[in-house]
């Protein structure tokens, strides 16, 4: 029982820093936070031999904030290069948020693709 307990814990903690450290804007934080996230899924016993999985996961749930803050900026920039039509924000944004979070994950996919090689058998090619 104790054991299920610190793995959900040493899991659920980067995620909250990280969204902690967002909500400051604090870069070193936020990267920081990301290498917690890495460690804390090589150490878990809960994701052993699926970390891709969790990271696909736990990064998707912990960049929401970043990814926000992101597409804002970049609704802010596009709204100098093109009209300020409401409709244009709104098309835009989601788009934005949309190649974010498409563009880190699969970014920070690869690093753990790189970092945990071989670890889930049912990914292996026949």
Known sequence: MKKKLTDKLVLICP?????????MKNLPLILLSLAALYA???ISSLSRK??????FVLTGIATIPVNIL?????CEVSEYMWSELLLSKLLFFPLSYAVLLSFEEITLGLLGR?????????WKEE
């Open 70 to 74: 992101l597409s804002l900026r970049v």
């Open 50 to 55: 699926q970390e891709g999985l969790w990271l």
């Open 40 to 42: 804390g899924i090589s």
């Open 114 to 122: 790189i970092i945990w090689r071989d670890r889930d058998p049912s």
């Open 15 to 23: 995620v909250v820093a990280l969204l902690l450290s967002t909500c």
